[in-house]
């Protein structure tokens, strides 16, 4: 078997479609896992600073000296104080509704925007739920921030000092991937989960499609003709119920079987027994037939006697051809196969049909396009074939006409056989119909020839030498039959001249 077939075969097994889903599955909820452990990472990181330096701005607050005003040349030189030891940090005035109106980042940035106040309100709490997010003035998007009660400017205005702490997230975030061993820890720990999870998945669905794989072999070989097998299955699952289910109908189809053969058998005998009783009185009315023929006879007895003559015939002949069909068929008849000379053997047979082939006017040859026309076959079967073949190609080819035994290479172990005939043709539809039993064509029928029996057993006799027929005709052109047969295995040394 071909790598491709078996890489075909492997895909398209239960354990190869269950893997992949089951894989499928593992990246998505890895990947999954992955992403949410990230982003509550990113979440943990925020939380982490939020919660670390959530009382910056009170510690801020009395720093800026925010009463002399919010730009006040103290207030700024404070903030430009604070910035140079921290340039990380943003630091914004609020109003008590959250609109900015003290900025300290550049060019003022963020001024006149708002704040909510519910993330202000939320922080300010008691147990706030870190992290808590609001819309940061000048990035506009979330962050964490660190927020505390004011009062500004001489009239004393309450307010809010609102500090940004997200500037450092991204950096904290890196450092804490870098540095942090608990991360790593998680990470390898997730790792190895992950593949030992792997591994008992594959594990196990090995072992379940295992049992399926066995049962499936079992009914294959079944299908192919092995009767006695039974499935192994014991476990009391549901695939131990169909082994069992399949072992009861094995067993019923087994003795079915067996009932068939014995009665195919007790039939065979039975014809062959009527087809040996009939031969003898047909004989003998054929004898005194050809007794009568002798004496003289008026116009209307005459063809009488003729259509007894030649209806008797047909009957021996049908006769003949039932009691090869018989043997051929014996059940459990072994196969003989020996090394012979196919070309010897149709000539043999083609001289068994000269007579009716130069009453008839009819020219018989052989073929041989081959070095060695050596075979392994069952002679006898071969014989009964391939004279059933040539009898059928002489009944249907006029006078004038040819049949020709043609011997050619197939391939390297074959050889193609075929019986050729100039003759009436057969009609393509009947084509497919023709080597059933008892099967006349519509010229055979018209024509009173034939016995529907002759490319029946030629097709008995290939079947059990597994080959088939291949039949190629045209009405009116002729019919080409062909088959197979395996070369000879010769000994170099026995063919070698000298």
């Not at 801020?60 to 430009?80: H, N, R």
């Not at 008992?200 to 092995?226: H, P």
Request: with cysteine; net charge negative.
């Amino acid at each position: 078997m071909s790598l491709g077939k078996t890489l075909r075969r492997t895909y398209r097994s239960l354990f190869a479609r269950i893997v992949f889903v089951y894989l499928l599955s593992m990246i998505a909820l890895s990947t999954t896992t992955t992403l949410v452990a990230v982003d509550q990472f990113g979440q943990l990181g925020r939380e982490w600073l939020q919660r670390n330096q959530i009382d910056m701005a009170h510690h801020l607050a009395p720093v800026l000296q925010l009463d002399d005003g919010v730009y006040s040349p103290s207030t700024l030189e404070a903030v430009e104080r604070v910035m140079t030891i921290n340039p990380a940090l943003s630091l914004y005035v609020l109003d008590t509704d959250g609109t900015v109106v003290g900025a300290y980042a550049h060019d003022r940035c963020g001024l006149d925007r708002r704040i909510d106040r519910d993330a202000i309100d939320e922080l300010l709490s008691d147990m706030p739920m870190l992290p808590v997010y609001a819309d940061m003035p000048c990035r506009g998007d979330e962050g964490v921030f660190s927020v505390a009660p004011i009062t500004y400017g001489p009239q004393h205005q309450s307010g809010y000092l609102l500090v940004q702490l997200e500037a450092n997230t991204d950096v904290s975030m890196a450092n804490i991937w870098q540095t942090s061993s608990i991360l790593r820890t998680l990470l390898i720990a997730g790792c190895v989960a992950l593949a030992l999870t792997l591994a008992v998945g594959l594990a196990l669905f090995a072992l379940l499609t295992r049992r399926f794989s066995r049962l499936t072999r079992t009914v294959q070989r079944f299908a192919e003709g092995d009767y006695r097998q039974r499935s192994p299955e014991s476990i009391d699952d549901e695939i131990g119920r169909v082994g069992r289910a399949f072992n009861d109908m094995a067993a019923t189809i087994e003795a079915q079987v067996e009932a068939l053969h014995d009665t195919d058998r007790q039939r065979r005998e039975l014809i062959a027994n009527l087809s040996h009783e009939f031969r003898t009185p047909m004989t003998s009315l054929l004898g005194y037939a050809k007794q009568l023929d002798h004496r003289s006879l008026d116009d209307e007895t005459r063809s009488g006697l003729d259509a007894i003559r030649a209806n008797v015939e047909r009957m021996a002949q049908l006769a003949d051809q039932l009691s090869q069909m018989s043997r051929a068929n014996i059940a459990g008849r072994p196969l003989c196969p020996s090394t012979f000379s196919f070309a010897e053997l149709a000539n043999d047979i083609l001289g068994k049909f000269h007579p009716r082939a130069l009453e008839k006017g009819i020219k018989l040859r052989v073929e041989n396009q081959t070095a060695i026309a050596e075979v392994s076959a069952d002679i006898e079967l071969i014989d009964h074939a391939l004279t059933n073949m040539v009898d059928n190609a002489i009944t249907a080819t006029n006078t004038g006409g040819t049949v020709s035994i043609r011997i050619l290479e197939f391939d390297d172990a074959r050889l193609k056989i075929g019986v050729r005939d100039t003759g009436v043709g057969i009609p393509k539809k009947e084509i497919p119909l023709i080597s059933q039993r008892f099967y006349r064509t519509t010229i055979g029928r018209e024509r009173g020839e034939g016995t529907g029996l002759g490319l029946a057993i030629v097709s008995e006799v290939l079947k059990r030498h597994e080959s088939q027929l291949v039949i190629e005709s045209k009405p009116g052109k002729g019919t080409c039959i062909w088959f197979t047969l395996p070369k000879a295995i010769l000994d170099e040394r026995a063919i070698r001249p000298g």
